[in-house]
């Protein structure tokens, strides 16, 4: 092996040279994995802490202001692929080339969590998944708004769950259910002595045993899609929507529990919507379909 004259009668200068090329690769390498890392947990997380944000209308903590707040909520003001919307007919182009909905759910332990602007059921690792373009995204947790943030044609319902999913990559998909008021809903039946523990001992967690997701019943194969965002800072985007067509039933008493839980004084939970911005809005429905 050959070496340069420098480096026989002198190492000193090659080893500091060596030394300082693995300290600007540590730090290179190390920017880009937190660069992987921050992008991850901004994709994957909606804020818990109850005192970053509100609804109140006019609150310096609301809505309107959620994207001043910080910087990296800044979607919340200025992006364009926001959620909810209105899913209006005139807008919506009905397909029947979409797969139906599949759901692989399986039953997991759970816990139900006051996040002080919700109430949300979080499975211990995932309880089963969904797919979606050879995607499989697991179901990570659901938790409720009401009014609902989604309408139809402009009308709003008095309850909106959302079931949401997470691929691998981080990637996110939500199933939105509506509900009107008439019967109750059975699974929030299976889910009030839990509610009503949390609402009386003002406690912020409380187990919830094993819970089977297959339980939240959709009732209908009809579906709309679309590319929107979380519906809470901080707003990320290219969220993948599923909002279920058919409108199920819950009583005014559950909906009354699931807001006196969160103990956070405030009427609703909803965002407002916001623009479409010519985002096309599909509806599935089986060629062979004539269910609502």
């Known amino acids: 092996m050959l070496y340069k004259e420098s480096q026989v009668l002198d190492p000193l200068p090659h080893k500091h040279k060596m030394e300082k090329l693995a300290i600007t690769h540590f730090l290179f390498c190390t920017f880009f994995l937190l660069l992987a890392l921050n992008s991850y947990i901004a994709t994957s997380q909606e804020v818990d802490d109850e005192r970053e944000f509100d609804y109140g209308e006019r609150s310096k903590k609301g809505p309107a202001r959620w994207g001043e707040l910080h910087r990296e909520w800044s979607l919340c003001k200025n992006g364009s692929m926001q959620s909810p919307i209105d899913l209006l007919d005139e807008r919506v182009e009905v397909v029947s080339h979409l797969r139906r909905l599949q759901r692989s759910y399986s039953p997991s332990n759970a816990t139900l969590t006051n996040r002080g602007h919700d ?20 179901l990570k947790q659901c938790h409720w708004h009401s009014p609902s943030e989604h ?142």
Request: glycine residues 6%.
């Open 119 to 138: 109430m949300m059921l979080k499975w211990d690792g995932g309880a089963g998944y969904i797919e979606i373009n050879g995607t499989k995204y697991v």
């Open 151 to 292: 309408t139809i044609n402009g009308q709003r319902f008095a309850l909106e769950a959302h079931m949401l999913h997470e691929s691998s990559d981080g990637k996110i998909s939500v199933i939105g259910i509506l509900y009107k008021i008439g019967r109750p809903d059975s699974f929030l039946s299976s889910m009030m002595d839990h509610l009503a523990a949390i609402t009386d001992t003002r406690e912020a967690v409380t187990a919830a045993g094993i819970v089977n997701p297959k339980n939240i019943k959709i009732g209908s194969r009809k579906y709309y899609r679309y590319l929107g965002s979380l519906t809470v800072p901080p707003c990320t985007e290219n969220v993948v929507w599923t909002m279920v067509k058919k409108v199920r039933t819950v009583s005014q008493e559950q909906v009354k529990l699931l807001r006196v839980a969160v103990h956070d004084d405030a009427e609703t939970n909803a965002r407002p919507l916001q623009p479409i911005n010519r985002r096309p809005v599909l509806l599935y429905r089986p060629s062979e379909s004539k269910e609502d």
